[in-house]
């Protein structure tokens, strides 16, 4: 009897491990079907702490649904976060824009080599309508349009600095300090691989060549 007892709890016991197991899984692992949330739920998603519990793969998926807003309506989303609410949103963008450039890396390499001047060209021409829309912001400033750099990488950090900017200028902060954006760098080199910056370096070299090709000069101008 006290065996049959003893074993009744074992497998009560095993079971409750499976069990929690289980929830445990759907809870860090299940995300959202983010093409089918709205651009206020999406916002909300990434100020959330759900964010830390998504995979690489759904990091991607989330800044791949996050490009589909319409930049206008970002800044609007934002400028009804509160300071606190987009202090969480910077620091979870950044992970999930980290992610969906990778994913954008590795889609790039796997390309034939005559498809892969295609897929920059794209690259080009969204940062060519990104820098339009920070220079209609900023009321065609000229020492922008003489400083302008090469957004590093395209459709991530230049994406991250607009709406950094935009936040900031809403606090009245300005942007970042040099040090801040130094110590900023630095932390994004030690959170990769060197195999990833190796790729990353190939990436932008290639990058820079096309605009070459295309007669675009190193201020970013037609």
Do not use: H
């Amino acid at each position: 009897m006290k065996k049959k007892k003893k074993k009744v709890i074992t497998v009560a016991g095993i079971s409750f491990i499976l069990i929690l197991g289980l929830v445990s899984w759907y809870v860090f692992a299940k995300a959202p079907d983010f093409e089918k949330l709205s651009d206020e739920k999406v916002i909300e998603y990434i100020v959330s702490k759900n964010v830390d519990k998504l995979n690489e793969k759904n990091l991607a998926k989330l800044g791949e649904r996050v490009e589909k807003i319409d930049f206008n309506k970002r800044r609007e989303l934002l400028g009804n976060l509160t300071s606190e609410e987009r202090g969480k949103y910077r620091e979870n963008s950044r992970k999930v824009q980290e992610a969906y450039f990778n994913k954008r890396l590795d889609e790039f390499f796997s390309l034939p080599v005559e498809k892969q001047n295609e897929f920059l060209d794209k690259e080009i021409d969204k940062m060519f309508e990104n820098m339009q829309r920070a220079r209609e912001r900023r009321g065609n400033f000229p020492a922008f349009r003489e400083n302008a750099q090469i957004p590093t990488p395209p459709n991530i950090e230049q994406g991250q600095q607009q709406d950094q900017q935009v936040t900031s200028a809403r606090r009245g902060r300005g942007r970042p300090s040099p040090d801040a954006m130094l110590q900023r760098r630095r932390q994004r080199l030690s959170e990769t691989t060197p195999e990833e910056r190796a790729k990353r370096m190939e990436y932008f070299r290639r990058l820079r060549a096309r605009m070459a090709q295309r007669g675009i000069r190193p201020g970013f101008r037609r």
